[in-house]
């Protein structure tokens, strides 16, 4: 066999040989099963139940449940054989949550925003009844809008006021619907709860709400609502600018991409957040809230 011929078998079984992919399949299915845990409404489960939904043998389930029971990531109850997710998470999360910047990772969400629409693009932080601007970004530009961290806006204002309350829950939206100082239009003078309850529940179908131009001439807002790893309302990601009104809703979907995006790196469970509400007979989407229905 000539040197050719030896160099083309070595560069022909270099080629056939796969791809080297760094994993650990243990780690992998360890994972598997702490987001099954997580994900099961029953919130307790079997070891036969586990070990199906993740893929692999209860052999192999029921030791890397014993690896995460001796860390406090699984509990386990003696009585019932069922495993539930442990405590020791809970500390995780909390160092997480602690030492989180959310400057740092919004930023680069916010930039894509801007880059892509030429509008400044900003993360509320809600705060009872405020939202505080705590990050943005701005496009390059001779005339744009320009927003002043640690700006406050009441949390019903405009855009990102029917963002936050369309996705609260029922009991939280009948609250705030029910307070005095409302400004999803701006003054209250300007309030139409029929009016209102179409934009919630065009927010909900959508994931974005939108305000073109109403609250300032010229001047149009997209926004969605950001969730935090407790499924709640943390914030909101808005968009500003002087763009066409025949973008907005454009605009108004990739402000909502972004959102969800985010709301992912805080560890929420998008599926679930953004699972879409329910159509009546007519086969329109409904909210099923009693404060939403016309009289």
């Known amino acids: 066999m000539t040197i050719k011929s030896k160099r083309r078998m070595k560069e022909k079984d270099r080629a056939e040989r796969p791809a080297y992919t760094p994993r650990v399949p243990a780690l992998e299915q360890a994972c598997r099963v702490l987001l099954c845990l997580e994900k099961n409404n029953k919130s307790r489960m079997t070891l036969t139940e586990i070990s199906k939904e993740v893929g692999i043998h209860k052999s192999k389930g029921y030791s890397i449940l014993n690896i995460l029971e001796q860390f406090g990531f699984v509990e386990k109850n003696l009585e019932t054989k069922v495993y539930s997710l442990g405590i020791g998470l809970i500390f995780l999360s909390r160092h997480v949550l602690d030492h989180m910047d959310y400057q740092a990772i919004i930023t680069p969400f916010l930039r894509i925003l801007t880059e892509e629409t030429n509008g400044t693009a900003c993360f509320g932080l809600l705060n009872r009844e405020y939202l505080y601007i705590t990050a943005k970004y701005e496009a390059r530009q001779n005339l744009g809008i320009t927003m002043r961290l640690g700006h406050r806006f009441h949390f019903t204002f405009g855009a990102h006021g029917k963002a936050i309350v369309a996705f609260m829950s029922d009991d939280e939206r009948e609250r705030a619907l029910s307070g005095e100082k409302l400004y999803f239009y701006g003054e209250k003078t300007n309030l139409s709860m029929n009016r209102l309850r ?98």
Do not use: M, W
């Open 198 to 295: 179409d934009d919630l529940v065009r927010c909900r179908k959508l994931g974005y709400a939108v305000d073109p131009g109403e609250l300032q001439s010229g001047i149009n807002a997209a926004s969605s609502p950001v969730f935090g790893v407790d499924g709640k309302i943390v914030g909101c990601i808005i968009l500003i600018g002087t763009f066409p009104q025949s973008l907005i809703d454009k605009y108004g979907q990739k402000t909502a991409n972004i959102a969800k995006q985010v709301s992912y790196k805080f560890g929420a469970d998008i599926e679930r957040l953004y699972e879409r509400p329910k159509k009546n007979a007519s086969g329109q989407f409904v909210l099923e809230s009693n404060i939403f229905r016309r009289k």
